[in-house]
């Protein structure tokens, strides 16, 4: 242990001799470290966002949108073709074993206006099954109630960032809001949720009964509503859910087995794997970047322990005269690498850290750096040293000491 | 062929028995050393003389344990070290074996202590206690106060006093020099060979290598080469005694330069 001490010293002094060659030569081990250290913790930023923002939207949620089909040759935007309606919802609630909850999901963009404070934000017409299947949860107020929803009262809940640009500091209840032509009750407010994984702010709605919505907002035809979501039963149930979903629908708007349906289906799941596929992809581009560059970081490493055997070929001489080993000189030029290429990995570390504090800053993502990546950083660059420095060690070990001796 | 006073081999501590180097390169093939027989009782002094190129490095390297010779015996304080393997070889260096060279050959950027200390590093000794081994071995060859200098500090004749107290550290029963005064003007070569002959008379056996004979006459015995053989064998009675030698040298023109540089 404390021969291996006296050996790292030793190399320190020979690498410090050269601080700029060193420094070049570490490069690659550097930058490949790095890649490494932030790939890692981006991998687990990714999951960690990817997971919240999934977990956000509610446990188990199943969205359904109507789709134009060539049957019905529509050539509208989804939303106006749909021939979603409520009835579907309750249907799929009643007859889908495993589905829990159905919320029916309208919404539109205005300009809203409460005192001299306007803002414009999305206004959406749900159900009280919405705040279970999306898990909304109430910061002050309360639900409306079944009442409100069959007498379509103009009443609203607002989202934390709506509130915060109409009323600032104060809770708004009781408040009007004007949406159009008509003046609504802030009865509640959200608790704040943040970002969705498609990147908008949960926090910037208004939420009101669908009756109203479509009374008072944006009139439709008797039923009609842009969106289903459903909640199933488990998440286990989730893929049985979407079969029956598929199947109810299908029966109830007249669909054959082989022909397309008016309706897509999609699950939290899909939104997670469509998301990950993206950041897998990314990160196997950085893991080959970090591998090449590892790679090229262990021929500098290989490269210029040579340069140094030929450099040095006369003290590997003196050294043999003396009473050094094959394994002494071996030790001594194997340390001499992994001391060198283990610094470029520290360093490289460090930058890799760096890099990940302005990253994490700069996306607003919470990154982690497990220790086991770093002991494995680390780890990697001193096997590289070892794995690279072996044939230069052992060209030195092998030398001849009379030829060593005689070499200028 | 043994010299005189060797008919008990068991004393010996070099044995060579029918030893010959041969250098083959592409153009020619050199018998750097022809069938050498050669015995070196304990507490020797020898110097070996002889043309340049009649292979007295090559036996050096041979005693040294640095190159194997292409046939004969090589016995070294009972080891047939000839047969040996490398490792094997590198621990007879360090345990038997001190070296000093024309050349000097420390390491460079590392100072005299160091320099020192190096045979014990691989020895294994404690650092603490190499320490103190090696500053007592500089202290032998009054080197103190230049410790912690390194060698493109200090003088050739210092230089050589550091590779000699390197050679000496581990207190081996045998110490090669090869031409250790080559590069040394003739004061500083009498310093070095007084205080071989110190090491001597405490019972170190010494093998030196050397073209100038007042150097030879310091030994106890000389063996001319020629052309890879064993001319004469002669025992000096007695010894030139270099402290003396040293005396009756004129004095330098500066008191206070004792240590004359390498030129
Ligand atoms: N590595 C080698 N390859 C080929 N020939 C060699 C080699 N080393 C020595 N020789 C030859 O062997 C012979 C003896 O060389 P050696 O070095 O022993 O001479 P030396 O007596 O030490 O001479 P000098 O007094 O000049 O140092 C010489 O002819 C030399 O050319
Ligand atoms: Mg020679």
Redesign the interface.
């Known amino acids: 242990m404390?021969?291996i001490l006296?050996a790292v010293r030793l190399a320190l002094r020979a690498i410090l001799?050269s601080k700029l060659r060193a420094s070049l030569t570490v490069l690659g081990i550097l930058i490949g470290v790095a890649a490494v250290v932030v790939v890692v913790a981006l991998g687990t930023g990714v999951r960690n966002r990817i997971g919240g923002e999934i977990s956000s939207l509610g446990a188990n949620l199943i969205y359904i949108w109507p789709q134009a089909t060539q049957v019905s040759g529509a050539k509208g935007s989804a939303k106006d073709s749909g021939r979603l309606t409520e009835a579907d919802g309750m249907a799929l609630g009643k007859e889908a074993t495993s589905i829990a909850l159905v919320a029916p999901f309208s919404s539109t963009s205005m300009q809203v206006v409460a005192g001299d404070k306007n803002w414009a934000t999305s206004v959406m017409g749900v159900t009280r099954s919405y705040w279970e299947v999306r898990a909304f949860e109430f910061s002050k107020g309360q639900s409306w109630t079944e009442a409100d929803e069959q007498l379509k009262t103009k009443v609203i809940v607002l989202g934390d960032t709506v509130r915060e640009n109409l009323f600032g500091s104060g809770d708004g209840i009781g408040e009007y809001v004007r949406i159009g032509k008509y003046p609504f009750r802030v009865i509640a407010v959200l608790a704040k949720k943040g970002q969705s994984p498609f990147g908008e702010d949960q926090d910037d709605r208004i939420l009101m009964p669908m009756g109203s919505f479509r009374s008072r907002i944006l009139p439709t035809a008797p039923g009609r509503v842009q969106q289903l979501m459903a909640s199933a039963t488990d998440t286990l149930t989730v893929d049985r859910a979407v079969g029956q979903i598929e199947q109810i629908l299908r029966q109830r708007h007249h669909i054959g087995p082989d022909e397309e349906p008016d309706f897509v289906i999609r699950t939290q799941a899909e939104f997670r794997k469509s998301q990950e596929q993206i950041f897998d992809t990314l990160q196997a581009l950085l893991a080959s970047v970090a591998a090449v560059s590892l790679l090229v970081g262990g021929i500098g490493v290989m490269n210029i322990m040579l340069v140094s055997v030929t450099e040095r070929t006369?003290?590997i001489?003196?050294?043999?005269?003396?009473?050094?080993?094959?394994?002494?000189i071996m030790v001594q030029f194997l340390v001499e690498a992994v001391t060198l290429s283990v610094l470029g990995g520290v360093v490289g570390l460090a930058f890799g850290v760096a890099i990940i504090a302005v990253l994490s800053r700069a996306l607003e993502w919470s990154m982690e750096l497990p220790l086991q990546a770093v002991v494995a950083a680390v780890g990697t660059s001193g096997a590289i040293g070892i794995v690279f420095g072996f044939f230069p060690a052992r060209r030195a070990a092998r030398l001849d000491?009379?030829d060593a001796?005689r070499h200028e | 062929m043994a010299g005189a006073g060797a008919d008990d081999g068991a004393d010996d501590l070099i044995q060579l028995e029918e030893v010959t180097k041969v250098y083959a390169t592409e153009a020619v093939t050199v018998r750097a050393l022809r069938r050498i027989d050669l015995c070196i009782p304990r507490g020797e002094f020898v110097a070996i003389v002889g043309q340049s190129g009649s292979g007295k490095s090559t036996m050096m390297n041979i005693l040294g344990c640095l190159d194997r010779p292409t046939s004969g015996r090589y016995v070294l304080d009972g080891i047939d070290v000839g047969t040996r393997s490398n490792d094997a070889r590198a621990i007879v260096r360090n345990r038997l074996i001190g070296f000093v060279f024309q050349g000097f050959n420390l390491l460079p950027r590392t100072t005299a202590l160091e320099n020192v200390e190096l045979p014990l590093v691989y020895r294994g000794i404690p650092a603490a206690q190499r320490h103190r081994q090696a500053e007592a071995a500089l202290e032998a060859v009054s080197l103190a106060d230049r410790m912690h200098h390194t060698p493109n500090q200090l003088s050739g004749g210092q230089q050589q006093r550091v590779a000699i107290a390197r050679a000496l550290v581990t207190s081996p029963p045998l110490l090669l020099a090869d031409e250790p005064t080559g590069n040394l003007d003739t004061r500083t070569s009498y310093e070095v060979l007084e205080l071989l002959q110190r090491l001597n008379r405490s019972g170190i056996t010494i093998v030196l290598v050397t073209h100038e004979h007042d150097i030879a006459a310091c030994a106890t015995r000389v063996i001319t080469m020629r052309d890879g053989l064993v001319k004469t064998d002669q025992y000096n009675r007695p010894a030139v005694d270099a402290a003396a030698a040293l005396a009756e040298l004129p004095r330098p023109d500066e008191e206070a330069a004792p240590e004359a540089p390498a030129s």
């Not at chain 1, 001489?317 to 002494?328: F, K, N």
């Open positions: 404390r021969s006296a001799r006369r003290e001489g003196i050294r043999m005269a003396i009473g050094a080993g094959e394994a002494d000491p009379i001796l």
